[in-house]
């Protein structure tokens, strides 16, 4: 599946800010939530209504609400947790579940060391990560949900790169990736280029 790069102006601007080597840690954080809530507002443009029928101040009305209301999110730990906030202040009636990887800094393999998910069988879980490179934890958290029976599921990052496109096309290609920008390549370390560096490291200002 193609990703769906969102171009909207204000989310590419923000991005901009992000990416720049001089933004500081308060600022990169505020930013992560700002562009985790526009993107979350196109990642969940298709979800199904129902009509409901309300009465307003002046008459009844018929009405439109989301259908089910059974959405869940999953921040990959630990970088995830940036954008968590931002989708909720859209979602706030979300179930959260947590799926903790890192990645090891040779082999870029990913590695799991905590896992807490929802009841979501039914539903439509977004897991969101800032940043799909090799796309080893993206896959691997993917992966976690589906043997967990979780099925509707679509992952949401800031930047991908066409490497972690790749392998997420191949392992799971019925999961749709939203993304705010598709990179140009990986560097010899697995770190996008030009990306924004180390997510975690710059949203939690450690090294
Ligand atoms: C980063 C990032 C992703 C992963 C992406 O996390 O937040 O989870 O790397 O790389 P991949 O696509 O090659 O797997 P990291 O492992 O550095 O952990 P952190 O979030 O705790 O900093
Ligand atoms: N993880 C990050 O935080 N940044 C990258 O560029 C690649 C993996």
Redesign the pocket.
């Known amino acids: 599946m193609t990703p769906m790069i969102v171009e909207h102006p204000l989310l590419q601007h923000k991005l901009s800010i992000l990416r720049n080597k001089q933004t500081g840690t308060k600022e990169f954080r505020d930013l992560v939530g700002e562009i985790a809530t526009l993107l979350c507002y196109e990642a969940t443009r298709d979800l199904p209504l129902e009509e409901v029928e309300i009465e307003t101040p002046i008459t009844m009305a018929k009405t439109k609400v989301l259908a089910g209301r059974k959405l869940a999110l999953v921040p990959?730990?630990?970088?995830?947790m940036g954008m968590l906030d931002g989708m909720l202040t859209l979602l706030p009636a979300a179930k959260v579940g947590f799926i903790?990887?890192?990645?090891d800094e040779v082999t870029?393999e990913?590695h799991e060391y905590y896992c807490k998910l929802p009841d979501n069988k039914d539903g439509v879980t977004i897991v969101v990560?800032?940043?799909?490179?090799?796309?080893?934890?993206?896959?691997?958290?993917i992966s976690m949900l589906k043997a967990r029976g979780l099925k509707n599921i679509r992952f949401m990052c800031l930047v991908a790169?066409p490497e972690?496109v790749k392998?997420m096309n191949d392992e799971h290609p019925d999961v749709p990736v939203y993304t705010a920008a598709l990179d140009e390549k990986?560097n010899e370390h697995?770190y996008i280029v030009p990306g924004l560096g180390?997510?975690?490291?710059r949203i939690?200002g450690?090294h």
């Open positions: 990959i730990l630990r970088a995830g903790g990887l890192y990645r870029h990913p990560d800032p940043m799909l490179a090799t796309g080893g934890s993206a896959a691997a958290a790169a972690g392998v990986l697995g180390d997510a975690g490291d939690f450690t």
